[in-house]
């Protein structure tokens, strides 16, 4: 079973980019047919799923948010980042990195929220 934990700034400004981090224990990212997503969920609102990446290093992005959203990773350090591009308050949000793709996800990390306001 994988051990995921979020790491990055609880503040952003407006306009800025914002990173995150998913620390992988236990589980190889780069398993393979594995897939990594990022996942968040703004006050008051359902999940929202954001995209992922594969074992092989291939993205997909959800259509919302695929023209801010990049997400890389560092194979040595077995671990994946999300970066949101132009930020706005509209995406202060609960982040949640987990093992999986599109709505199939069978590990989670806790969580780590985001503000995002001057």
């Known amino acids: 079973q994988a051990q995921l934990q979020e790491s990055g700034p609880g503040l952003v400004k407006p306009s800025q980019t914002l990173s995150l981090t998913c620390i992988v224990s236990?589980?190889?990212?780069?398993?393979?047919?594995?897939?990594w997503s990022w996942v968040r969920q703004p006050p008051g609102k359902g999940l929202e799923w954001m995209g992922f990446?594969?074992?092989?290093?291939?993205?997909y992005y959800g259509p919302s948010l695929k023209s801010r959203t990049s997400i890389s990773r560092d194979t040595s350090n077995n671990q994946f980042s999300l970066h949101l591009t132009s930020v706005t308050p509209e995406d202060t949000a609960v982040y949640y990195c987990?093992?999986?793709?599109?709505?199939?996800?069978?590990?989670w990390g806790q969580g780590t929220r985001v503000t995002v306001s001057s």
């Open positions: 990446i594969t074992s092989d290093g291939t993205t």
């Open positions: 987990a093992r999986g793709g599109f709505q199939t996800w069978s590990a």
């Open positions: 236990d589980v190889s990212i780069t398993t393979t047919y594995s897939a």
